[in-house]
Nanobody, 124 residues
Framework: QVQLVESGGRLVQAGESLSLSCIFSGSTFTNDILGWFRQAPEKEREFVAAVMWSNVNTYYGDAVKGRFTVFRDNAKNTMTFQVRSLTPEDTAVYYC?????????????????WGHGTQVTVSL
């Protein structure tokens, strides 16, 4: 099992940038995948980004492609998620998740472990 703790969420203004972090610990593997999902009020949780162990392969949801960047530092057990040009539509709770690597990086149901989330609120 992998333990995940997110941080960095806060209130920002539209157009600003933000960096979210996820610290992971426990049983990790060289073929595991770390991902970010988000859930806005009254909406279903959606895939945002994912990164493989080696950082070679990354994946992004259509809503954030080109604005968000994800990378991980396995030596520091940290995954960082940099978000730019935020809009009110990015307001959501952002969750960090981990899977063993056997599933699809974008599929929520393939992730085994989840953090508790960090709130990002974007005002006009």
């Amino acid at each position: 099992q992998v333990q995940l703790v997110e941080s960095g969420g806060r209130l920002v203004q539209a157009g600003e940038s933000l960096s979210l972090s996820c610290i992971f610990s426990g049983s990790t593997f060289t073929n595991d995948i770390l991902g970010w999902f988000r859930q806005a009020p009254e909406k279903e949780r959606e895939f945002v980004a994912a990164v493989m162990w080696s950082n070679v392969n990354t994946y992004y949801g259509d809503a954030v492609k080109g604005r968000f960047t994800v990378f991980r530092d396995n030596a520091k057990n940290t995954m960082t998620f940099q978000v730019r040009s935020l809009t009110p539509e990015d307001t959501a709770v952002y969750y960090c998740a981990a899977q063993r690597g056997a599933g699809a990086p974008t599929a929520e149901h393939d992730y085994d472990d989840w953090g508790h989330g960090t709130q990002v609120t974007v005002s006009l």
